[in-house]
């Protein structure tokens, strides 16, 4: 199957520092979804980025499909943004999608 | 709030117990999934539903019962599990990304049911 893989692993930035969080995955994806899982476990969708580049606030994500990999970026980080960051590829299960999660990256933003 | 509701959001059993956890989903979305996060461990799809047919079992042992009674709601039936089964339980839904213009089949998720087995 796919394999997804996620760096760093871990990253540990101050208080308004910028940083950028990368996704690669080894076959050709139709799409690609960002999540953030918050300390209390909740997965939130941050983008949902087949191709291109996509901005939200202070977040913004760019994938080149065609070199298989996606990128997320934090600018000005604040606590709140603290948690793990997951990018994942479908895959067709019958004719629903199955997500394949990538490892993470464990963010920590301190004051 | 992602439309997709889940409970209880702690559940503690021993090994000998059943109990089930609960989802819902107010999206009007037709396929519903159960992954599992154990510590240190990537997320691992275990059922997919899809217009309330099970598509997908991804090898997962049978003290796990999943049952979904219509696209909104999506239940796991848990019976005599172990302790290496503790972990957050999470489900998600989306629309058919095959069905009609525009579904672009994107995941939302609840906020989890977090399981310990004694």
């Known amino acids: ?111 | 709030e992602t439309g997709v509701t889940q409970t209880p959001r702690h559940l503690v059993m021993g090994m000998t117990n059943k109990k089930s956890l609960k989802c819902e989903q107010h999206l009007g979305h037709n396929a519903m999934y159960w992954y599992k996060q154990s510590a240190k461990k990537p997320l691992e799809l275990m059922f997919v539903y899809s217009l309330e047919e099970r598509v997908e079992n991804n090898s997962v042992p049978s003290r796990f019962s999943p049952e979904c009674p219509n696209s909104s709601h999506l239940f796991l039936h848990l019976h005599t599990l172990q302790p290496e089964d503790s972990a957050l339980y999470l489900c998600a839904s989306s629309q058919l990304p095959f069905l009609g213009q525009g579904n672009t089949g994107e995941l939302f998720f609840g906020e989890g049911s977090r399981l310990t087995v004694l």
Request: contains cysteine; hydrophobic residues 30%; charged residues 15%.
């Open chain 1, 1 to 111: 199957g796919i394999q997804v893989e996620q760096s760093p692993p871990d990253l540990i930035l101050q208080e308004g520092a910028n940083s950028t969080l990368r996704c690669n995955f080894s076959d050709s994806v139709n799409n690609l979804q960002w999540f953030h899982q918050n300390p209390w476990g909740q997965l939130i969708n941050l983008f949902y980025i087949p191709s291109g580049t996509k901005q939200n606030g202070r977040l913004s994500a760019t994938t080149v499909a065609t070199e298989r990999y996606s990128l997320l970026y934090i600018s000005s980080s604040q606590t709140t943004d603290s948690g793990v960051y997951f990018c994942a590829v479908p895959r067709r299960a019958g004719t629903a999608s199955k997500l394949t999660f990538g490892t993470g990256t464990r963010l920590q933003v301190t004051l």
